[in-house]
């Protein structure tokens, strides 16, 4: 599992981290990790043009003296010093002692324009808000150059703790953070700016529990539900889906087809759709008597088209099974039942609907995703799995779960249906919702993949891609 930590947390893993090393060995692991990743990316480090940007804090340390060792192997350097009188000392003179040049903020943009490489060292995982003016103009010039740039630890102007981007910010080609992923590297709208990510291992001792995780194929393969030898369809779970309307049938058929990949050994379908979800999934079992009277399910999946049936979702929440809610059933559902539940409940929005439920536009909330989800999951007591570019599944506390997979084609109508049956299905065979959510995030951004290839998708082809991102994460 990748795990991502809190600047507080890292600062306390370096400080205990450098009260057992000689003085400045530390940077020095850094350093090196930064250097070798920038040799990978020049290919030739003879005769490249390096441009190192330095701020006054470790990060332009970090920079400086990977700069020497680029400057060892024959590449030209430059480093332009924001802060002169506060550029680190050893750092600079170990650049200098390599035969680095140091120039002021002035005569930059010729160099930077002139560059291979641009180094972000501007600030560390301690700033806050944008970059101010003059670091600002330098990461525009980077941003115009044909030099890739490499951020150190993280791209400044960026928040490390939340992901959020409060003005302007440096974009990387390539960051290269040291000792564990920062929140911010995994979030949008930092991680559209931190290009690839890659970690370097210094020596930090973290704590167990982190701020975010992000599943992989093993904790994946590790939590799907699979059958025995003595499972029937009843013991495996019964997931049941109250979706869909006379206006928006399809929302029920593609539901179903994501609960029927879901895990759960049968799924019971109440609402107007039925003829429609037969006709695509006879295995299906339908019901026109409501919820309450629909048979035994493990778990409730409420609110895909069901437009303004606000019963139909009021009957679904008063029931003492897991419940997933979706779509219009946000819109629809009362707060103070949600909250009031005694069984688990697991809620989807996109950023609108949770724009709409917080009070706020959805500007705020695509800005601060991890602020938003934590806050509608601490006003519901429920578990919140925000769509976007990057899902997160929240909980009032405790690690929250970044979903490492997807593609920009997902974002089309229908996807969502489907990833709700799928969670839903997940929840019936037994999941607690934050492995629900989380799981199904990963397989529902799987198949988004092998269903899109690279063209437009849709929401049926990401339901019948299901199985192979299942497999994929097993094998």
């Known amino acids: 599992m990748r795990t991502a930590y809190s600047v507080e947390s890292v600062r306390v893993a370096e400080r205990n981290l450098m009260a057992r090393l000689p003085e400045g060995a530390l940077m020095q692991r850094a350093a090196a990790g930064l250097a070798a990743a920038c040799a990978g990316l020049l290919g030739r480090v003879y005769g490249s043009r390096v441009v190192l940007l330095v701020g006054s804090g470790d990060n332009g340390g970090d920079a400086l003296y990977a700069g020497a060792r680029l400057a060892r192997r024959g590449a030209g350097v430059t480093a332009v010093l924001l802060s002169p009188e506060r550029a680190h000392a050893q750092g600079l003179a170990a650049l200098r002692r390599a035969g680095g040049t140091v120039t002021d903020p002035a005569a930059a943009d010729t160099l930077i324009e002139r560059a291979d490489l641009v180094v972000d060292g501007i600030v560390g995982i301690g700033g806050k808000g944008g970059l101010r003016p003059q670091a600002e103009r330098l990461a525009e010039a980077a941003a115009r150059a044909r030099a890739a740039v490499v951020a150190v630890d993280l791209p400044s102007g960026v928040d490390a703790d939340t992901g959020e981007v409060r003005g302007a910010a440096v974009r990387a080609d390539l960051t290269v953070t040291f000792g564990t992923h920062k929140p911010g590297l995994l979030i949008d709208p930092a991680r559209g700016h931190a290009g690839s990510v890659r970690l370097v291992d210094i020596g930090l001792e973290l704590p167990e529990d982190a701020e975010l995780e992000a599943l992989q194929h093993e904790d994946v393969a590790r939590l799907l539900p699979l059958p025995s030898s003595g499972s029937d369809k009843y013991r495996r779970g019964v997931v049941g889906i109250a979706a869909g309307s006379a206006r928006y049938p399809g929302a029920a058929v593609l539901a179903v087809a994501g609960a029927l990949r879901g895990g759960a050994g049968a799924v019971r379908y109440v ?45 679904v929440l008063a029931s003492d099974v897991a419940v997933l809610i979706d779509a219009d059933g946000l819109r629809l559902a009362d707060r103070a039942t949600v909250a009031a539940r005694r069984a688990p409940t697991l809620m989807t929005p996109h950023a609108g609907e949770a724009a709409a439920l917080l009070g706020v536009t959805r500007e705020e909330v695509e800005g601060a995703r991890l602020r938003s989800a934590r806050e509608l999951a601490d006003r519901y007591g429920a578990t919140v799995l925000l769509k976007g570019s990057t899902t997160l599944v929240a909980e009032a506390t405790g690690p929250v779960r970044v979903n490492p997979t997807g593609t920009p084609w997902l974002a089309t109508a229908g996807s969502g249906d489907v990833l709700s049956g799928l969670a839903g299905s997940l929840l019936a065979a037994g999941l607690a919702p934050r492995d629900a959510g989380s799981v199904a995030a990963y397989l529902h951004g799987l198949a988004g993949r092998y269903a899109a290839d690279g063209a437009p998708v849709g929401a049926h082809d990401v339901a019948d891609a299901l199985p192979e991102a299942w497999r994929d994460t097993r094998d």
């Open 271 to 315: 609402g107007p759709a039925g003829e429609s979800v037969l006709a695509r999934y006879p295995e299906t079992l339908v019901s026109e008597r409501g919820p309450a009277k629909a048979g035994r399910v493990q778990a409730w999946v409420v609110g895909p088209g069901v437009a303004d049936d606000a019963d139909t979702v009021a009957e």
